[in-house]
């Protein structure tokens, strides 16, 4: 049932289409092959980055043979949860949860607790580059999840791009999926 209502909505319940999978399968590549400890915060329906995730996760035993990782679902706020983890617990973090910015500074800010030094901290929904006067306009539109810029024919999340570039001078980005890897106190776009 939750799928017709979410389909009538037009809102796909697997957010993995074409053009981001091959980015988000990359990531998965660089950063889950090895054993690794891996958040990703905002699940949906677990059809899309989750799905990508789950994939390549894997437990090598001291015998040396593969199985699936072991794979934890969470249910609560973001920031209420992470609170539970201690700093440095992750190799790896995902932030696709709420679009809003005072929820994603808050998400980022926890994130980078939590990354170990030499880990990846990613997201989704950074679709365009942060111009000056994309960023004025963000913070015009902090109360929308999404707004359409009007000389140009794109959707962008205000609240993300405000919050990936207050917390980060740069990240890379392929495809609206950008991420950063911790250098001890530095974060570098890799
Ligand atoms: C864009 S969807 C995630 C899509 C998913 N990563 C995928 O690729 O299929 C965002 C999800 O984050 C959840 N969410 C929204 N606000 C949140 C918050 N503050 N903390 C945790 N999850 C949140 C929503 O309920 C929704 O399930």
Redesign the pocket.
């Known amino acids: 049932m939750p799928h017709t209502l979410v389909s009538l909505s037009g809102v796909h319940?697997?957010?993995?289409w074409p053009g981001r999978t091959a980015a988000?399968e990359a990531l998965a590549k660089e950063h889950l092959s090895s054993p690794c400890v891996a958040m990703?915060?905002?699940?949906?329906?677990?059809?899309?980055?989750?799905?990508i995730w789950a994939k390549h996760l894997k437990r090598v035993y001291a015998y040396e043979k593969e199985s699936r990782g072991d794979i934890y679902v969470l249910r609560?706020?973001?920031?209420k949860?992470c609170a539970f983890f201690k700093p440095s617990t992750f190799d790896f973090i995902?932030i696709?949860?709420?679009?809003y910015y005072a929820?994603v500074l808050e998400?980022i800010r926890l994130a980078k607790m939590l990354i170990k030094d030499g880990g990846t901290i990613c997201g989704?929904?950074l679709e365009v580059a942060p111009s000056e006067a994309r960023l004025v306009l963000a913070r015009k539109n902090l109360h929308r999840d999404f707004i359409r810029l009007e000389d140009e024919d794109v959707w962008f999340h205000p609240g993300v791009l405000l919050a990936v570039h207050e917390h980060f001078r740069a990240v890379t980005n392929h495809a609206g999926i950008w991420s950063v890897v911790r250098r001890g106190e530095d974060w570098v776009a890799a």
Do not use: K
């Not at 696709?96 to 679009?99: A, E, F, K, L, Y």
């Open positions: 319940t697997n957010q993995a988000l990703e915060i905002g699940t949906w329906f677990g059809e899309g980055s989750t799905a609560g706020a973001a920031s949860l995902y696709d949860g709420s679009h929820d998400d989704d929904d």
